[in-house]
């Protein structure tokens, strides 16, 4: 069995700069990119919001700049998915995809969250060029366009909110006839003039050409079918921490966020870190979670160096 001093769980901005500090430190880290290698970014277009580039970035092309630093630091970059963890005892053992098992001294989560989407055809296709899970992310290039959110809970009205701030219309879909919002978030969407809400529908189909979305095709509960113009569609109906393969060791919170120590990104297991968005419910931005995987590779040279 391979032993090693660091290792480091997803390839994401949390999991890369984890792995640059981690490399910096000396700490030999191999890096296992999970399922999806860069994460969420490489289903981004354009980023605007990551500090340094004036004119903005590829969500692709920074995680291949940011791999490509750790790589050049030292990091050993991998192709696997960890499928199953031991983590009762140092070394930490874990077991690969291939039925590979591995152990580590000192072990970092950054597994991520994936957005939960509504399984259509046409969201898949359209993932990227109009559809987005991320305002915040993606809002900005939707400027005085007409735009839609689907969802009814805090989330959803945050990212309503977040868009009728730039955007010419907001429609809220909203598959049952009430909000699941606090009353607070309720009364502001509601108090919010270009935001429409659109009682007890369901989202059909998403409809778009070669240059992306155009709109969305609705039904109502009374079997109603209608369209709506858009050129943005985003899902707000929540995130699924990707951190099954740990939780029977690291404490979670009730949504599966493993939960860390203060700001620190220690969990319940010593020598085991968190880092981005599988740790993180409220903020799940690259910059953040970038920031975080700076903390647990911090967290475990010095847990290393104890």
Request: proline share 3%; aromatic share 8%.
């Amino acid at each position: 069995m391979e032993k090693m001093k660091c290792l480091i769980v997803g390839g994401g901005p949390a999991g890369y700069t984890a792995a640059i500090y981690a490399s910096r430190a000396n700490l030999s880290p191999v890096l296992y990119e999970g399922i999806q290698p860069g994460g969420q970014l490489t289903t981004t277009t354009d980023i605007e919001n990551y500090p340094g580039f004036e004119n903005g970035i590829g969500g692709q092309a920074l995680m291949d700049a940011m791999r490509a630093q750790a790589v050049r630091l030292g990091t050993d970059i991998r192709r696997g998915i960890v499928t199953k963890a031991d983590l009762s005892s140092r070394p930490f053992r874990l077991t690969l995809d291939s039925g590979e098992e591995v152990s580590a001294d000192a072990l970092i989560i950054a597994t991520g969250a994936t957005a939960r989407y509504l399984g259509l055809e046409s969201e898949t296709k359209f993932r990227g060029m109009g559809v987005s899970a991320c305002a915040t992310c993606d809002g900005f290039f939707y400027r005085n366009r007409d735009v839609a959110v689907v969802g009814g809970g805090d989330t959803a009205c945050e990212e309503a909110s977040y868009l009728a701030g730039i955007c010419k219309k907001v429609y809220m879909i909203v598959r049952r006839d009430v909000l699941r919002a606090s009353q607070a978030m309720q009364d502001k969407v509601m108090n919010t003039p270009n935001i429409e809400i659109l009682w007890n529908c369901n989202t059909q189909e998403v409809l778009g050409d070669l240059s992306g979305v155009t709109g969305a095709r609705l039904k109502r509960k009374d079997g109603e079918v209608f369209d709506i113009a858009i050129d943005g569609f985003f899902l707000a109906i929540g995130h699924h921490p990707n951190s099954e393969v740990f939780s029977t060791w690291v404490r979670t919170d009730e949504n599966g966020y493993i939960i860390t120590d203060g700001k620190t990104s220690r969990t319940n297991v010593e020598g085991v870190f968190a880092a981005g968005d599988v740790q993180d419910p409220l903020y799940r931005q690259a910059v953040t979670a970038a920031a975080s995987g700076c903390r647990a590779a911090m967290d475990a040279e010095k847990f290393l160096n104890m």
